[in-house]
């Protein structure tokens, strides 16, 4: 069974630096797609980020970028320039590729922002 | 793009009576609806796949007859808890797909949830 780890249950950053948010995952599956949803205090999920597995590139959306390892099973979140604006819960997610595929989330990462 | 509305936002009602959650995808066509329960500071629990024009999929554990779900069109998914008892009490939120054949398939997108109390 797929399954999505993260290891930090929270994390703090000052505004303006940079911090990074780890992910791993398990799965047996060649294709597949990796995601970050962020979910403020409204508790609206937002997406961050997508990844695609059979992409060697690692996405990057302004100033969210990932690192994506395939062979660690390794898709970290760096968030640069850190706002105010960006603290909340941070969750990886995990689908394998094809029709109706249920999304496997990760416990989350809930993140302060200092000013 | 891919705008998920979910009406109501919060809903508080009495013990044993039902009540029914809507979620909409207001600028694609979805054939895949998700429906999730999050408990504070939890992650979110899939409850059922719902897909247009058949029978959703329950997780196990989730009661069928209890959270009864409905998707009757390519836009549109429903949500009904059934005599409401106050364990029922959290927040439920929905999520969409892109249909096959649009950008950015397998993407779930989310609705901004709705908070159920039963009193």
């Known amino acids: 069974a797929q399954t999505v780890t993260q290891s930090q249950p929270e994390m703090s950053v000052q505004e303006a630096e940079t911090v990074t948010l780890s992910c791993t995952y398990d799965?047996?599956?060649?294709?597949?797609?990796l995601f970050w949803y962020k979910q403020p205090p409204s508790r609206q999920m937002i997406l961050v980020i997508r990844q695609e597995a059979y992409k060697q590139q690692n996405a990057t959306e302004n100033r969210f970028s990932v690192n994506f390892q395939k062979a660690a099973k390794s898709f970290s979140l760096k968030i640069s320039d850190s706002q105010l604006g960006d603290a909340a819960m941070y969750f990886c997610a995990y689908t394998r590729d094809g029709a109706t595929n249920k999304l496997i989330f990760g416990t989350g990462t809930l993140l302060a922002v200092q000013p | 793009g891919a705008v998920v509305s979910q009406h109501p936002s919060r809903v508080i009602c009495k013990s044993g009576t039902s009540v029914k959650i809507e979620c909409r995808s207001l600028d694609f066509q979805a054939t895949t609806m998700f429906w999730y329960r999050q408990f504070p500071k939890q992650s979110l629990m899939l409850m059922a796949t719902?897909?247009?024009?058949?029978?959703?999929?329950?997780e196990q554990g989730v009661e069928k007859d209890k959270f009864l779900i409905n998707h009757a069109s390519l836009t549109l998914s429903t949500l009904t808890v059934t005599s409401a008892h106050p364990e029922d009490s959290s927040f439920y939120i929905c999520?969409?797909?892109?249909?096959?054949?649009?950008?950015?398939?397998?993407?779930?997108?989310f609705g901004p949830g709705t908070r159920l109390t039963v009193l």
């Open positions: 719902s897909n247009e024009g058949s029978k959703a999929t329950y």
């Open positions: 799965t047996s599956e060649s294709d597949y797609y």
């Open positions: 999520s969409a797909e892109l249909a096959s054949g649009e950008i950015l398939t397998d993407t779930q997108y």
